[in-house]
């Protein structure tokens, strides 16, 4: 157990110590972390996500709907009884209730998740960590905006009318979600559940896709199989040749 705890954390904490390192030894910067994150954001982990999810089978992902419904309502339930523990219990403003709420039901998936699920279950991590994002980024994110603009209105001088009122913070949330499908985080992992949907089925199940390096890795380790039983054959056979030596 601890051996698992310590591959799936130390690589993390060694990453943390080498950014810190980094910033000390003026190596990088502000905009420098501002360019890894945008590195990260576009690229590492959409592509993680999509060969991930498009290389697990039809089956796996009709057993992962289970998962989905978990995961939706633990983010969107644990979101819903912070916002109203501190709007009710606290009395806190709206806007200031929905930061908490966001801060304690979206974790940063997309940022750990590889690193601590992907060491434990490998590729069958990206299916979890891509549904997780997208519950995230569709549901309780421009949930938050619309309260925070709902709160920002009412706090604003009533110089316009409610019907122009009303279209700003509809308009608000309408954009940032079409904004965040716009991501490729987001929409990565949905392209890779529609091939796989999508895709000729293979008896009860999808086959995931062959891409050329597998099939030469398949082929390599098929050759060093016939080869390792080869020796194993040879070895017997000249066992049996030494016991026959008076």
């Not at 000729?200 to 390096?213: I, Q, Y």
Request: aromatic share 6%.
């Amino acid at each position: 157990m601890l051996n698992t705890i310590l591959g799936a954390l130390l690589p993390m904490v060694v990453t943390f110590l080498l950014g810190f390192i980094a910033a000390w030894r003026h190596d990088l910067g502000p905009k420098d972390a501002s360019v890894l994150n945008r590195m990260v954001l576009l690229y590492a982990v959409p592509l993680t996500l999509f060969t991930g999810t498009v290389t697990t089978s039809r089956t796996a992902l009709s057993q992962d709907i289970p998962l989905v419904i978990a995961l939706c309502l633990a983010i969107i339930g644990l979101y819903g009884v912070v916002f109203l523990f501190h709007r009710i219990i606290f009395r806190l403003p709206t806007s200031v209730s929905a930061l908490y709420a966001l801060t304690a039901s979206a974790p940063a998936v997309p940022f750990v998740g590889p690193a601590v699920l992907g060491d434990l279950f490998g590729g069958l991590s990206a299916i979890p960590i891509a549904i997780a994002s997208l519950v995230i980024n569709l549901t309780v994110v421009p949930i938050t905006i619309l309260l925070l603009a709902l709160d920002t209105a009412g706090r604003e001088p009533q110089g316009t009318s409610l019907a122009a009122q009303g279209k700003e913070q509809l308009a608000s949330p309408a954009a940032k979600l079409a904004e965040t499908v716009k991501q490729p985080m987001v929409w990565a992992p949905i392209l890779a559940f529609v091939v796989v949907l999508s895709g000729p089925p293979h008896s009860s199940a999808h086959r995931p896709l062959a891409f050329p390096a597998g099939k030469r890795l398949r082929g390599r380790r098929s050759v060093c199989q016939r080869h390792c039983a080869r020796i194993r054959q040879n070895q017997s056979q000249l066992a049996r040749l030494v016991a026959r030596i008076p």
